[in-house]
Structure formats: C-alpha cells, structure tokens
C-alpha cells in the first residue's frame, strides 16, 4: 500500500525565512503527487501538483515542488515566507484510479 | 460558483442517535469522497464513490455509511455514533482519480458526547 511521510510535524519560521517542507512516499511505480494548504479555520486547496513532464512544478503563491524519483521525494519550497503562510500543508499520492494516500501534515507558523 | 457544500457545519448529538451528513458538488465531477481529519493523524479516507451507485470502502470505513443515488450527492451516514467519531469531516469531489485535483467542501465538525 502506498504511504506517504512528512518529516516535520510543525515549523516556525520568521518571515523572509526560506522554506522546504519534506515529503517521502512508498511506491514504486508511476505517481501522481499533490501539496494541499489548509489555512486556519478553512477547508484544504491545492497549492500544486505533479503527474507528468517537468519535475520542478510551480504552484500558487510562489510556492514549487521538486519530484526527484530516485529519492521518492517531493519536497515543497518557497524562498521567501510570510505571515499568511500560517497554515497547514499536506503532501499527498495516488497512482492511476488508485484513493489519494495523505501525509499526516506540517504545521507552519510563521513570525513577525 | 464551483464548490462543494457540506451540511451541517457543526453538529453536536449523543451516543447512538443517527445522523446524516449531507455533500454536494455542482461541478458535475463523477470521483467523491469523504475524509475524517484527525490531530497529529492528517487525513483518512472513509469511503468513496467512483461514480452514480458505485461506492468503496477507504481506510476507514467502520462505522460509517454512503451512498450514491445521484451524481452531485455523496452523503455520509453514522447509524450509531460513538464518541471515537467525534472528528472533522470533509467531503471531496473531483472530475475523475488519478492526477485531477479535488476539491473539498468547508468541513463538518462533529461532537459525539
């Protein structure tokens, strides 16, 4: 069964600060993978997702993902954070018609 | 306006008195699901429907119910609520699996006491 780690249970960063949050699967075969941001009090969005050509994926709020196969990796980067990036973001994965696997979740707060 | 509608939001009720928690989407996506976000657990999936009067068990299915009877409609039963189904609950739809996004409803929080 597919599964899915993120290393960090909760971050703090001071605004400006770079950011990787980081995501590790369990599946050998073709993925589909996915960052979901949940702010405070909201229901979860897509930040980016990755499936197919370039590796290197951008997302909105100048957030970008890295999907290096041989690492089973896909890690979450932004250079610059700010305050309204408090939130708490899921990596997740599936591959073909297969449920969508989500990682427990890293909680980032961001400070003044 | 695409969206995904939960009902209720908050719901306080009592060991063992059924409830119903309704989901719909307007987008005319065929994949819905639904989810239980739990502290320090992330998300897990409870059940989902590929399409009309096709439902699976997730990872989680004990305790809870679906079904779909329509396209737009996905809603999740607790026929005897414990106290261990106290949880946020998210409904989810998407055009089809694979790499389409979902899109999740605004939540459901529920009390079982």
């Known amino acids: 069964a597919q599964s899915v780690s993120q290393h960090n249970h909760h971050v703090i960063l001071s605004e400006a600060a770079s950011l990787e949050l980081g995501c590790n699967y369990s599946?050998?075969?073709?993925?589909?993978l996915f960052w979901y941001v949940q702010y405070p009090g909201q229901h979860l969005q897509l930040l980016l997702k990755?499936?197919?050509?370039?590796?290197l994926v951008k997302g909105i709020k100048g957030f970008e993902a890295e999907f290096i196969k041989s690492k089973f990796s896909f890690n979450l980067r932004k250079p610059s954070v700010q305050w309204s990036d408090t939130a708490e973001y899921f990596c997740?994965?599936?591959?073909?018609?297969?449920?969508?696997?989500f990682g427990k979740g890293t909680r980032l707060s961001v400070i003044a | 306006e695409a969206q995904v509608t939960q009902n209720p939001r908050y719901l306080i009720t009592v060991t063992g008195k059924k409830l119903t928690v309704t989901c719909s989407q307007n987008?005319?996506?065929?994949?819905m699901s639904w989810y239980r976000q739990d502290p320090g657990l992330g998300l897990r999936q409870i059940y989902y429907?590929?399409?009309?009067?096709?439902?699976d068990k997730g990872d989680v299915p004990e305790g809870y119910k679906v079904s779909r009877k329509e396209k737009r409609n996905f809603p999740l039963i607790l026929e005897s609520p414990s106290p261990n189904q106290t949880s946020l609950y998210f409904c989810?739809?998407?055009?089809?699996?694979?790499?389409?996004?979902?899109?999740f409803g605004p939540g459901t929080r529920l009390t079982v006491l």
């Open positions: 989810a739809s998407s055009f089809r699996q694979g790499h389409h996004t979902q899109y």
């Open positions: 599946y050998g075969g073709t993925v589909n």
């Open positions: 990755y499936f197919s050509g370039d590796p």
């Open positions: 997740a994965v599936n591959s073909g018609n297969t449920p969508l696997v």
């Open positions: 987008m005319n996506h065929e994949y």
């Open positions: 429907s590929m399409n009309v009067e096709v439902t």
